[in-house]
């Protein structure tokens, strides 16, 4: 069974351009999640999504980071535009839904973004 | 508020030794499971194994296990016959059912010797 997928695997750009990640969840898993993790740290969660819909948005900086889940499989990440405290590892991950909670989430290789 | 704590910035150890990765946490959820993820340095976090507040027996999964003491709000893990490929970051996790949310500790890097 194919793993979380995420593209790319690298991204450097300059700072106030835009940048979009990708990630591609677990077949069957209806829960897909956006972390963020900074050097050092553990990861720290954006966003998540039940299908199409997002639940839990309180950590994402909606000035300048939008999401969307359209058809309820795929996701992308978008930072617009980006600044140098943004360069960090943008984990994907992804879990069953079966309303009891605690469900293993399982991550993708992650982004990982430099801004200069 | 949810708290995990790994107090180990850094460990070693020999080659087929067991080693232990400390993990204490703090919430008011009655019902919460306890996650161990393995970070290698290619950057995807890989689960090991869970504990449910409720479980009454400890995690076993391969040569890993999770040493969960409930009411010193612990989860330790433990490697036996530590691997050079053990070699990685380990972070703790909590999921607590009132906020639905997977908190992180830190980390401990985990370095094997030959």
């Known amino acids: 069974e194919a793993g979380v997928v995420q593209s790319p695997r690298y991204k450097i750009i300059e700072k106030k351009q835009p940048v979009a990640f990708w990630c591609n969840p677990i077949s069957g898993h209806n829960t897909l999640y956006w972390y963020l993790q900074n050097l050092g740290q553990g990861p720290e969660l954006l966003i998540r999504y039940e299908n199409e819909e997002a639940v839990d948005d309180s950590q994402l900086p909606k000035d300048r980071f939008s999401a969307e889940r359209l058809k309820g499989v795929d996701s992308t990440l978008k930072i617009q535009p980006a600044e140098l405290g943004d360069s960090a590892v943008y984990l994907c991950?992804?879990?069953?839904?079966?309303?009891?909670?605690?469900?293993?989430?399982?991550f993708g290789p992650g982004t990982r973004l430099l801004v200069l | 508020a949810q708290k995990i704590t790994q107090t180990q910035p850094g460990m070693f150890v020999q080659e087929k030794e067991a080693v232990t990765l400390d993990c204490t946490y703090d919430?008011?959820?009655?019902?919460?499971?306890l996650f161990w993820y393995k970070q290698p340095s290619s950057g995807e976090m890989i689960f090991l194994i869970y504990?449910?507040?409720?479980?009454?027996q400890n995690a076993t999964e391969g040569r890993y296990s999770l040493n969960f003491q409930k009411a010193r709000k612990s989860a330790n893990l433990v490697i036996s016959a530590s691997q050079l490929g053990d070699s990685a970051m380990y972070f703790c996790?909590?999921?607590?059912?009132?906020?639905?949310?997977?908190?992180f500790g830190t980390g401990t890097l985990l370095a094997v010797q030959p």
């Open positions: 504990q449910g507040s409720y479980d009454e």
């Open positions: 919430t008011s959820d009655q019902s919460y499971g």
């Open positions: 991950a992804s879990s069953t839904s079966t309303g009891r909670g605690q469900e293993t989430q399982y």
């Open positions: 996790a909590l999921h607590g059912g009132a906020t639905n949310k997977l908190i």
